[in-house]
């Protein structure tokens, strides 16, 4: 039989009983997240990423011929480094870095946390494959994009994964 936490006891030997907050699950919980939020964020990743690299690349073109090769490699190493934090940062949080900075975050539609695999292999790769098909490639990301403002703010990406981009701040 369970003791009401709020009942003193009169056992002087039991263990008091401790008041606690509740805990707030962090995936269950958090509005969906507006379009421009998630552009902005997509906007940032891109920045991120392409900076990694041009900084690296437009760094070589001061270097002698024999040498540019180490500032491509530089610039090459950059991005690698920024997908590899992005990776982990899906892995661990369901974010990116664009949305680390904008606090939002991937989750599944029932609020739970989605999977790496989920948000690696149907959010981004099922879309990235449909991409590279010619004519319907292009279309599909017109289409992708704009589903963004229908109700449930879920892109096509984002059904096909059964997700949805949240905020958490």
Do not use: W
Not at 45 to 60: P, Q
Not at 111 to 138: C, D, M, Q, T, W
């Amino acid at each position: 039989m369970q003791q009401d936490p709020t009942v003193i006891s009169q056992n002087p030997y039991e263990a008091p009983a401790v008041a606690s907050l509740p805990v707030e699950e962090p995936y269950s919980s958090g509005t969906l997240a507006d379009p421009g939020m998630r552009l902005i964020a997509h906007i940032i990743d891109m920045i991120v990423f392409l900076g990694a690299f041009g900084v690296a690349m437009a760094g070589s073109s001061f270097l002698p011929q024999e040498k540019m090769a180490l500032g491509i490699f530089g610039g090459m190493f950059g991005a690698l480094v920024i997908i590899a934090i992005n990776l982990y940062l899906l892995a661990a949080r369901g974010q990116s870095i664009g949305k680390v900075a904008l606090g939002i975050r991937i989750v599944r539609v029932s609020g739970e946390k989605a999977s790496f695999a989920r948000i690696f292999f149907l959010r981004i790769g099922v879309p990235a494959i449909i991409n590279v098909v010619p004519g319907l490639g292009s279309m599909f990301a017109l289409v992708d994009s704009l589903m963004i403002f229908q109700d449930s703010r879920q892109c096509i990406h984002d059904m096909i994964a059964d997700t949805k981009v949240v905020r958490i701040r």
